[in-house]
């Protein structure tokens, strides 16, 4: 039996179960043998309906070890096709295929190949935010969690490209005294926003710190007192002695510090414009109720060329087996 959900903004959904949703989803999950991954920028309900929610890294670490038949990626494609190419023979399910990356796709593999070839004698380490056609073209990968210790990791004499984001690739030369060759790409959403604000509700707020994620730009991340991938600044917040904090990343993870920190505060930086645009539009798209339709019906689906697929892993693999 198949009802819809309608709001006044928005248009009804078919497919939806008559009952509770969240039962619903956990129902299918038994029925699929399936898992849900989620990032910490989904919405709330979707992050309450994960199995796992993590970073990058741990998102990754997971796909590798999972036991599931059916993997349910609540995040980003770049992510989804991540855990496809660590998974060849596992179906792996995006709830929105449109779910895209700003930061993905600032690096168009044809730019990104000629890129290459005018640094014949580089290294190429790319950071996990890029498609599957540029993991095919890097040596190693990184996440925003371990791309510090990965090129601490390489001969000090190592010429390396970074890319495609160039603030996490300008915090990596200054934590490790390395010279990268950047590619210009950034995040829409870690780029918006403002030293300005950020500076006025320091003032407004002298207690709090300010924990940054490395996608920022610089003139942001130099008022951090703490820099660090999604995981970490939730570590943080949970460890330190301090009861507010000023976070500058997407705003959905504030539903996991107030869930671990509970009695904490917690404020989202504001952006330079007076918008919603600290929100991650494309990780936004997913919804507890595309959740549930892309488990019952099984799609969308991600797909990958099957030659693409190992040479991606390659590089994903190297980040794994030099991850601490
Ligand atoms: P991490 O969660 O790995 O820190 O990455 C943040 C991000 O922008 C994901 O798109
Ligand atoms: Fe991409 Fe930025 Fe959104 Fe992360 S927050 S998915 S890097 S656009």
Same mark, same amino acid.
């Given at each position: 039996m198949?009802?819809? =959900?309608?709001? *006044?903004?928005? +248009? *009804?959904i078919?497919?939806?179960p008559?009952?509770?949703l969240?039962?619903?989803?956990e129902?299918l999950?038994?029925?699929?043998?399936?898992?849900?991954l989620?990032h910490?920028?989904?919405?709330p309900?979707?992050?309450?309906?994960a199995d796992?929610?993590?970073?990058?890294l741990?998102?990754?670490? @997971?796909?590798a070890?999972?036991?599931?038949?059916?993997? $349910?990626?609540a995040?980003v494609?770049?992510?989804a096709?991540?855990?496809?190419i660590?998974? *060849?023979?596992?179906?792996?399910?995006?709830p929105? =295929?449109?779910a895209g #990356?700003s %930061?993905a796709?600032?690096c /168009? /593999? !044809?730019a990104?190949?000629?890129?290459?070839a005018a640094? /014949?004698?580089? %290294?190429?380490m790319?950071y996990?935010n #890029?498609?599957?056609?540029?993991?095919a073209?890097?040596?190693i990968?990184?996440?925003?969690?371990?791309?510090?210790s990965?090129? @601490?990791?390489?001969?000090?004499?190592?010429?390396?490209?970074?890319?495609p984001?160039q603030n %996490?690739?300008?915090?990596?030369?200054?934590?490790?005294g390395?010279d990268? $060759? %950047?590619w210009q790409?950034?995040?829409?959403v870690h780029?918006?926003f403002s030293?300005?604000? =950020?500076?006025? =509700?320091q003032?407004a707020? +002298?207690?709090?710190?300010i924990i940054?994620?490395?996608?920022c !730009?610089? $003139?942001v991340?130099r008022?951090?007192?703490?820099?660090? &991938?999604?995981?970490?600044?939730?570590?943080y917040?949970?460890? &330190?002695?301090k009861p507010e904090?000023?976070v500058v990343?997407?705003?959905?993870i504030?539903?996991q510090? @107030?869930? @671990?920190a509970p009695?904490?505060m917690?404020? +989202?930086a504001? +952006?330079t414009?007076?918008?919603a645009?600290?929100? #991650? /539009?494309?990780?936004r798209?997913?919804t507890?109720?595309?959740?549930?339709l892309?488990m019952?019906t099984?799609?969308?689906?991600?797909?990958?060329? *099957? &030659?693409?697929q190992?040479?991606?892993?390659?590089?994903i693999?190297?980040?794994?087996?030099?991850?601490?």
């Open positions: 198949f009802t819809t =959900l309608s709001t *006044p903004s928005a +248009p *009804p078919y497919g939806l008559t009952g509770d969240f039962e619903a989803i129902t999950k038994t029925e699929l043998n399936a898992v849900i989620a910490y920028y989904q919405d309900d979707i992050q309450d309906v796992y929610i993590g970073d990058s741990g998102l990754s670490r @997971q796909a070890a999972t036991r599931a038949d059916v993997i $349910v990626f995040g494609h770049f992510m096709e991540t855990a496809k660590l998974n *060849p023979d596992k179906q792996v399910l995006l929105d =295929l449109n #990356c %930061l796709d600032s /168009p /593999p !044809e990104f190949a000629a890129f290459k640094h /014949p004698d580089h %290294l190429v790319s996990i #890029c498609t599957a056609a540029i993991k073209m890097s040596d990968i990184c996440t925003s969690a371990n791309a510090v990965l090129v @601490q990791q390489l001969p000090a004499d190592q010429k390396i490209i970074f890319a984001d %996490l690739g300008r915090y990596v030369m200054q934590q490790t390395r990268l $060759v %950047l790409g950034s995040c829409i780029e918006t030293e300005k604000k =950020l500076v006025q =509700l003032i707020h +002298p207690e709090a710190e940054a994620h490395p996608e !730009e610089a $003139v991340l008022h951090a007192d703490f820099i660090g &991938s999604t995981t970490a600044l939730l570590s917040a949970q460890q &330190s002695s904090f000023i990343t997407e705003p959905g504030i539903h510090m @107030q869930k @671990q009695g904490k917690f404020i +989202p504001p +952006p414009a007076a918008c645009c600290n929100e #991650c /539009p494309h990780m798209l997913n507890l109720e595309k959740l549930y892309a019952k099984r799609q969308p689906e991600i797909t990958l060329d *099957p &030659s693409l190992r040479q991606a892993l390659k590089p693999q190297r980040m794994l087996e030099m991850t601490a």
